[in-house]
């Protein structure tokens, strides 16, 4: 399990890495920087920088802050000397999943059309408008590889009970299979398009998609295992729907989230500027804040952290 937490971690990090890459690309390729270097204020530089989505071209400034490039003082914006190492030792090289970076390359791309609109044809980051590009990303061997770590951890196999909070296109048939004819995977997404896709592949499977909001749940039967991949970030409730799922789990069940957790990976901030094209899309959770609410939600658990990015509580 050791290499599948190693490839997760890393390729999480090197989408993290292109996309600070990309940010500072957008300050020089927009004259953010330049129009900084001259000392002008945060109102005098979203009207000086000729781009109609003013909304985002703001977001943008405020991810360039975020990662300290650009600093605010109560009269003026200030340019921070910046420098960015990507360090990329030889022994990791045999983790990096390349399939992802065309998916990437594309959503870079889609920012300049997103600064003239956020509604332009050519961003495809709608779940249901744009299910395609999704299905995409989701079929791709890094987001196998967590789900055959998930498997791994939840010990999934014939006969399991499991609820896939967030389940888009390509979890229900992965795991269906795994279940069996004794087993039962309930998949939960809020996006039509993204099921329908499932529901193609997962015909004769022990599979059942529900059309929901993920802060809705309410469970009428017990699962051994409960899967948040890559969704607290784009539901509002967190804590609603960490409770919903907890309280789906018999006593010895395993609730295993897998994301790029703010307290985790460093940069972070990068990455959700280009995920924000999506406009359900919040901000990345924390480890801290998800055992806190868990907590004192008054569950009794016993957490376990597997690599960078995944966290595992067992129900006691």
């Known amino acids: 399990m050791e290499k599948l937490e190693k ?65 605010e003082t109560p ?9 960015y190492e990507i360090r990329f030792p030889k022994e990791e090289h045999m983790y990096l999943l390349p399939d992802w970076i065309p998916s990437f390359e594309e959503i870079y791309r889609m920012v300049d059309f997103a600064l003239i609109t956020p509604n ?13 590009f999704w299905d995409l990303r989701l079929s791709s061997t890094f987001h196998e590889a967590y789900r055959i770590l998930i498997a791994k951890l939840g010990e999934i196999g014939e006969g399991s009970r499991v609820l896939d909070i967030g389940c888009g296109s390509a979890s229900p048939a992965y795991f269906g299979k795994l279940v069996g004819e004794e087993g039962e995977y309930v998949g939960v997404d809020y996006s039509p398009a993204l099921l329908e896709i499932a529901k193609n592949r997962t015909e004769g499977l022990p599979v059942k998609l529900k059309e929901m909001d993920a802060s809705l749940i309410k469970p009428k039967n017990k699962y051994d295992v409960a899967i948040m991949s890559f969704v607290l970030e784009y539901i509002e409730n967190r804590r609603s729907a960490l409770r919903n799922a907890l ?10 989230i897998v994301d790029a957790f703010k307290d985790e ?26 055992k806190e609410v868990i907590l004192d939600e008054g569950f009794e658990v016993k957490f376990g952290d597997y690599g960078k990015a995944i966290l595992l509580i067992e129900k006691l």
């Open 7 to 71: 490839t997760v971690d890393m390729n999480i990090q090197q989408m993290i890495n292109l996309s600070v890459l990309e940010l500072v690309k957008l300050g020089l390729k927009y004259g953010i920087f330049k129009a900084v270097s001259k000392k002008i204020s945060y109102i005098d530089l979203l009207i000086q920088v000729d781009v109609p989505n003013k909304p985002l071209l703001k977001k943008l400034i405020d991810h360039l802050k975020l990662l300290g490039i650009i600093e």
């Open 75 to 83: 009269t003026h914006l200030l340019l921070n000397s910046f420098s």
């Open 120 to 132: 332009h044809p050519h961003v495809l980051m709608d779940f249901d408008k744009d299910a395609d």
């Open 247 to 256: 309280d789906s789990l018999e006593s010895g069940g395993k609730l295993i």
């Open 265 to 290: 990976f460093r940069n972070v901030e990068a990455l959700e500027f280009f995920e924000g094209l999506n406009s359900a899309f919040r901000e990345y959770p924390s480890k801290k804040y998800i």
